[in-house]
């Protein structure tokens, strides 16, 4: 005889079927706070449930910003919670701060209600295929992205920097863009930049990257290739074309001393000068292999002391004064 399969109640079969539905769910209280995520939201986040759980839902994913840049709501369920507007199926761009690039993103979200119409709280649901099954195409760039985003970090790491490098140097040059109301495009090639600033490392050894003592002027030459070797890399990458002429400059100094051309001042593109103002205060602020973090205050003094020097001073102005909001 068939053998029958036992019943299960309601609660466990609603849970069941949360933790193994391919899509993201996420549901919150009325006053934001998450309550749960399911397994495939884990997986999108790239987290463990319990980082987030019980936190409010813009501090947990969006570093407390309610709105993008442009206008409009960061997160489609806070827009629902907030405004009563539910989404079905609507493609939005998400980005939390657990993902590297934007991901293009099927949102449903709806608000929760007891059954008399009290709101008790909101759901989001994520995919990333559309309604008929089918996978939709976005892998570019994101997924390109992610993966120039591990390729560029593996090669910091052999610098003797921890991982986090490259994405802290993106994140200053993107916050410095913003601050600075340079346009969309502006803002997210500044972080790109950040991003892969230093991919033209990957032929030197760590030998030579990491060497405590002076260098020949062998070693210095190869050191110092690295910029024109991130451009000539870059060149064959057509959706990082843009990046080109900005990893070549991001170690020229506004005095016309840096290198490889030596330019000078207003010469350097716009974003290789604010690379080189993030990239040398991540430098400073973080472990080495050969040394301690200095402290903020010490960071600071050294901008400003290379101010007008190494630097563009009205990019280190706008860089202090942000720094002021976030310590
Ligand atoms: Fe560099």
């Known amino acids: 005889m068939k053998e029958m399969a036992a019943l299960i109640s309601g609660p466990e079969a609603a849970e069941l079927i949360l933790e193994s539905i391919p899509r993201p769910v996420i549901m919150v209280s009325k006053d934001s706070t998450i309550l749960y995520i399911n397994k495939s939201m884990e997986k999108f986040l790239n987290i463990n449930r319990t980082v987030i759980l019980g936190k409010p839902l813009l501090q947990a994913l969006y570093k407390g910003q309610a709105y993008k840049r442009q206008g409009g709501y960061r997160s489609p369920l806070m827009e629902t919670l907030l405004t009563g507007r539910e989404f079905s199926n609507q493609l939005m761009e998400i980005k939390t701060i657990y993902n590297v690039a934007p991901r293009l ?7 929760i209600k007891e ?3 009290k709101i008790r709280g909101a759901c989001a649901l994520l995919s990333s295929h559309t309604p008929d099954g089918r996978a939709m195409n976005f892998p570019a760039p994101s997924e390109q992205f992610e993966t120039i985003y591990a390729f560029a970090e593996a090669i910091g790491a052999r610098d003797g920097y921890t991982m986090g490098h490259s994405e ?8 410095i863009a913003e ?24 032929g030197i050894s760590e030998e030579v990257l990491n060497k405590k003592g002076p260098l020949s002027s062998e070693e210095y030459k190869q050191i110092m290739g690295h910029s024109q070797m991130g451009a000539s890399i870059l060149s064959h990458i057509s959706w ?25 001042g207003e010469e350097i593109p716009l974003l290789s000068r604010i690379l080189a103002v993030a990239d040398a205060f991540d ?18 003094e ?15 102005k706008v860089f202090l004064e942000m720094l002021k909001e976030y310590v």
């Open 105 to 111: 993103l099927q949102v449903t979200t709806f608000l």
């Open 115 to 117: 059954d008399n119409g």
């Open 168 to 175: 802290k140097v993106a994140e200053y040059s993107r916050l």
């Open 179 to 202: 601050k600075m109301e340079l346009d969309a495009k502006t803002v997210d090639l500044a972080y790109l930049s950040g991003v892969v600033h230093d991919i033209g490392k990957i």
């Open 240 to 264: 990082l074309n843009d990046l080109v002429p900005i990893i070549e400059a991001h170690h020229e100094r506004y005095d016309g001393t840096g290198y490889p051309l030596g330019l000078k």
């Open 283 to 300: 430098a400073m602020t973080s472990d080495r292999s050969y040394r301690k973090a200095y402290p903020l205050e010490k960071a600071i």
């Open 302 to 316: 050294e901008l400003k002391h290379n101010s007008g020097t190494q630097f563009d001073p009205a990019i280190v």
